[in-house]
């Protein structure tokens, strides 16, 4: 009864204290954009009227500056327990590892994402009402549901992204707001405010983690794991609101409960739709198969994820739909706020459920993984930061992995698809099933996803082995392993006034050490063939740093060596000679000065933000090395002369229509320009007469034979999207074969796996090319690909060279820095921009 007296006490002090959106904000929710100052601010003030109910925590911040934050909304007693009831969820997941019994008499924990995409606004503005009535006391049905639940809020996962679009729409909306679909206010400028600073997707970084936020938020999730999260979205404007269950193709690790109570949920969201007479659907569009959005990761972490997605995208205020009907951002913000709160209920009333089978669920990820494999071996790359890379996307997954010293094992061989007997060697590593994330693992590292409907959002195929180029195992019985590496740790040995310093080219961190380098003014070399100086053997591609060369930097040679080899983590070998024992010597024509190139990027109108904004983030963010950013629509401008290498990211320029500037161009390239044009600005580059044309598959076809009767256009309309599919490659793995003694593969071996995301192949380049990169017939691996498009795929280029007077164009046909988790094809970057043509 004094527990009771105290809570209504504490309420009542809270109702004189804290205030409406609306109130704070002065103007009503829906009436205006909030920037995400304000919206801190306001949950700020909800946090200290009310501490009894809220805790906010600020757990990071983004590229810009701008603060990442949570709110935990829970009742008095949880939020005075609420440490206790993080680690009690963690050891119901398995992950805590202390001497206390895991107890499933607990809160269910609720967690709400929202506003991913910066420019689905709606979202954040929601949040701020939904935490207003989860504690506001003349709202007595949250409280009874909060005794059962603790709430998380995330009220904008993307603040770059969202003040982004903000700022914009609030400087070119009126004093009201224009509904027709035509005025500007509903033609947001490039890049638009969907993506980050960096010009990422954040929803489908969740596994990968490659930005700032994702990392710090992930970091953060995964120190609660809830039960339930919903990701929150906007489509675009005409659709009607969607919420679970979603589409197929589910993964098959999804287990039958997170199926059920995904069906409840939506049922109890229906209830509130129905009520008001608001249109959704369900079981469309919204699959849960690739494992980076953020429904699927929260769901094979254990959790019941989920989508919603408000019409919206393009909406501005209010914006006329093809109906004839006026949406509103209130009407947004509302059914967001409306399916919120629908969650938290329907969570609350089946509470115990949650717990419970969200208990099993890690009791059957450790006890009885899913799946033909109960581990997978990596083999160490030696010498290379590959294997320490993938490390570290294991753990920021809370993924364990241990060291294996040496053994004979017989596992199914990633690279070739067939059982076979295998030396394991000290350094490399063994991931085990029988811990709390092996869905997760499952999902990651299988070789071929079972995919129930083709029809699927996004890519297909993502094998891990294969995204870092690393050879694996898929083994049938567990494998112990160890902490430690039993292989001693290589060293740099810098030797004072040795004649000159070797690193080897064979990772990302050896372009990450020329990079440091280079901005130092340090001339550099590269072999273009292998050579032996007394025990050691080097590759093609090895970085030599002379000493006669650095004359002027003599005295910080060793200082400027050392100190990027540090930092990036190379062994740096002393050479006594110029003489070597085998190959080529140092002062060999063979051996190549590394030029510090100038580099251009190509961006704005008519350039794919996302490649745009991956060249960028390569650079800045994992290179550090300069780069100038140059609006394509200004290329008539340029001072050439100022730049070495262009890149052109993915993307449709209008100035290949503008012959003056084209000429420009080509003519830059025959000076000795280069080029690195990436996917579509492969296929423009097409269709000029510079050398390189996009293969047909039909140039087989006899036109003058006496055709039969052709039937093939006739097609049922209800299938229409379905037969879209045949001419699909929505992202699938193939092998290339490499010429690896291009400078363009130099540090790979004679093949490399892309992921194809087009049916796009060119012919093979002749006179003045170089074929680095090709795909012949059978070299699909994974993932799906539609029968005609798997036609088209084979025999003909995907990556090469092509000289053009003093110039050369390198050609990427495939996105080698896809979404910056393709790790393997960073170096082969890293070499177009550094090695080819010096």
């Not at 999730?221 to 489509?235: A, I, M, R, S, T």
């Not at 044309?693 to 209800?718: C, F, G, I, P």
């Amino acid at each position: 009864m004094f527990a009771f007296s105290f809570s209504m006490l504490c309420l009542l002090s809270f109702s004189q204290n804290v205030i409406s959106p609306e109130k704070f904000l002065d103007y009503s929710l829906g009436a205006h954009f909030t920037p995400h100052f304000k919206i801190v601010n306001y949950f700020k003030q909800v946090a200290e009227n009310a501490p009894n109910m809220v805790k906010l925590e600020q757990y990071g911040e983004t590229n810009e500056g701008r603060p990442l934050l949570l709110a935990f909304i829970a009742t008095p007693e949880n939020l005075q327990r609420l440490e206790a009831i993080r680690l009690n969820n963690l050891r119901l997941a398995g992950i805590v590892k202390d001497k206390m019994m895991p107890d499933e008499n607990a809160p269910a924990i609720v967690w709400l994402s929202y506003n991913v995409h910066g420019n689905e606004a709606a979202s954040s503005e929601a949040s701020m009402k939904m935490i207003y009535e989860l504690v506001n006391p003349a709202n007595a049905q949250p409280k009874e549901w909060l005794k059962n639940v603790v709430v998380i809020i995330d009220p904008c996962i993307n603040p770059d992204g969202r003040d982004r679009y903000v700022n914009w729409i609030n400087s070119v909306v009126g004093k009201d707001a224009n509904p027709d679909p035509q005025a500007r206010e509903h033609s947001e400028p490039w890049p638009g405010g969907r993506t980050n600073h960096y010009n990422f997707d954040l929803n489908r970084d969740w596994a990968w983690q490659t930005q700032i936020e994702t990392q710090q938020r992930l970091k953060k999730y995964n120190e609660w794991l809830p039960q339930v999260h919903v990701d929150y979205h906007e489509q675009g404007y005409n659709e009607p609101y969607y919420f679970a269950p979603a589409a197929e193709p589910y993964h098959e690790v999804i287990t039958p409960w997170q199926r059920e109570f995904q069906i409840e949920i939506g049922k109890n969201n229906a209830k509130y739709f129905d009520q008001n007479g608001w249109l959704f659907f369900t079981k469309e569009r919204f699959d849960l198969f690739y494992p980076s959005y953020g429904d699927t990761y929260p769901i094979y972490s254990g959790a019941i994820g989920m989508t919603f997605e408000q019409g919206g995208i393009r909406a501005g205020l209010a914006i006329v739909n093809q109906a004839g009907d006026t949406l509103t951002l209130y009407d947004r913000l509302l059914h967001h706020y409306t399916t919120g709160m629908s969650t938290v209920e329907i969570s609350s009333q089946n509470a115990a459920k949650l717990v419970k089978e969200y208990h099993k669920y890690f009791v059957n990820a450790k006890t009885a993984p899913y799946g033909e494999f109960k581990a997978y071996l990596i083999k160490a790359d030696a010498q290379s930061d590959k294997s320490e890379r993938l490390k570290k996307l294991l753990d920021r997954n809370l993924i364990d992995w241990s060291y294996i010293s040496s053994g004979n094992f017989t596992g199914f061989n990633y690279l070739t698809g067939k059982t076979e007997t295998f030396k394991a060697d000290a350094g490399d590593i063994v991931i085990n099933m029988n811990q709390s994330k092996s869905n997760l693992i499952k999902v990651l590292f299988e070789r071929n996803s079972k995919i129930s409907d083709s029809a699927t959002y996004d890519i297909t195929a993502w094998s891990v082995p294969f995204v870092y180029g690393l050879k694996a195992y898929g083994l049938t019985a567990f494998v112990n392993g160890a902490s430690e590496n039993s292989q001693a740790a290589n060293t740099s040995s810098i030797a004072t006034n040795a004649y000159a310093y070797a690193v080897k080219w064979n990772g990302l961190n050896s372009a990450q050490f020329l990079a440091e380098l280079l901005k130092k003014g340090v001339k550099v070399r590269y072999t273009e063939q292998p050579f032996k100086s007394g025990n050691q053997d080097f590759e093609k591609g090895t970085l030599i740093i002379v000493r006669t060369s650095n004359n002027s930097i003599s005295k910080n040679l060793e200082t400027f060596i050392n100190e990027a080899a540090q930092k990036t983590n190379v062994v740096v070998m002393p050479l006594t000679s110029g003489f070597v024992d085998k190959g080529y010597d140092i002062g060999s024509d063979r051996v190549h000065v590394i030029h510090k190139p100038r580099v251009a990027v190509l961006t704005g109108n008519g350039v794919g933000s996302n490649s745009a904004g991956e060249i960028w983030h390569f650079f800045e963010q994992q290179l550090n090395y300069p780069v100038s950013l140059i609006n394509a629509d200004e290329i008539g401008r340029v001072a050439w002369k100022n730049y070495d290498v262009l890149i052109m990211p993915d993307g449709r320029y209008k100035f290949f229509t503008d012959k003056a500037q084209l000429e420009a161009l080509k003519n830059w390239v025959q000076e000795g320009g280069k080029i690195i044009a990436l996917e579509n600005a492969v296929q423009q580059l097409s269709k000029t007469d510079w050398g390189l044309k996009q293969k047909n598959a039909d140039d087989k076809k006899d036109d003058d034979k006496e055709k039969k009767e052709d039937y093939s256009a006739l097609h049922r309309y209800e299938n229409r999207e379905r037969e879209e599919l045949v001419n699909s490659t929505p992202g699938s793995i193939y092998k290339l074969e490499l010429d690896n003694s291009h400078p363009l593969a130099f540090g790979y071996p004679d093949y490399y796996y892309t992921l194809k995301q087009d049916e796009n192949v060119y012919e093979f380049l002749k006179d003045g090319g170089w074929n680095v990169g090709v795909i012949k017939k059978d070299n699909y691996v994974s993932g799906f690909t539609g029968s005609k498009a798997k036609e088209k795929l084979k025999d003909g280029l995907i990556f090469g060279v092509q000289e053009l007077g003093r110039g050369q164009i390198v050609y990427l046909a495939d996105d080698v820095l896809f979404r910056s988790f393709w790790e393997n094809g960073k170096l082969l970057f890293c070499n177009a921009v550094f090695l080819v043509g010096q």
